[in-house]
């Protein structure tokens, strides 16, 4: 499996979007509600510009990222399952930070450290959106060690 994906890098082919359109777009949506509280239409289509330049997505019956903005509805029932985790996640490493300090060895729960497969593609996709976005200077200096 790891050599395929290794495979996969070196010829450059974008992780592929499962969900419908609709998730898509509600995942778009948390994005840029989680960069900056006040909506912005244009803002969530420089959001779904760039995801899509990271992540293949068939759009389909829709022409374009801005047509699913105007006439799609937004499932949000994968965004609330990933909430749910990223509670969970954040949960057990305050626990463990509790009882063993701040600086405790959080495992698996450090996804800057872990080799779980979705902490690694966490950091790829982080790295992969670094190119499009611009994070603030203070996490700069991390993202570029990922």
Not at 65 to 91: I, T
Not at 110 to 127: L, N, P
Request: net charge neutral; glycine share 4%; hydrophobic share 40%.
């Amino acid at each position: 499996m790891r050599f395929f994906q290794l495979l996969l890098r070196l010829f450059g082919f974008k992780p592929r979007w499962n969900g419908t359109p609709e998730m898509f777009l509600a995942m778009v949506l948390e994005m840029q509600s989680r960069n900056n509280k006040e909506f912005s239409v244009q803002e969530v289509l420089q959001w779904g510009e760039v995801m899509q330049k990271v992540i293949q997505v068939d759009l389909k019956p829709y022409r374009s990222f801005a047509d699913l903005v105007q006439h799609g509805q937004p499932d949000f029932s994968l965004v609330e399952k990933v909430r749910g985790k990223m509670d969970e996640l954040k949960h057990r490493q305050e626990l463990r930070q509790a009882i063993y300090g701040k600086q405790a060895d959080l495992g698996d729960d450090d996804v800057m450290k872990s080799d779980a497969e979705s902490a690694v593609f966490a950091r790829r996709m982080v790295k992969d959106l670094s190119r499009y976005v611009q994070f603030p200077d203070s996490e700069h200096n991390q993202i570029s060690k990922l």
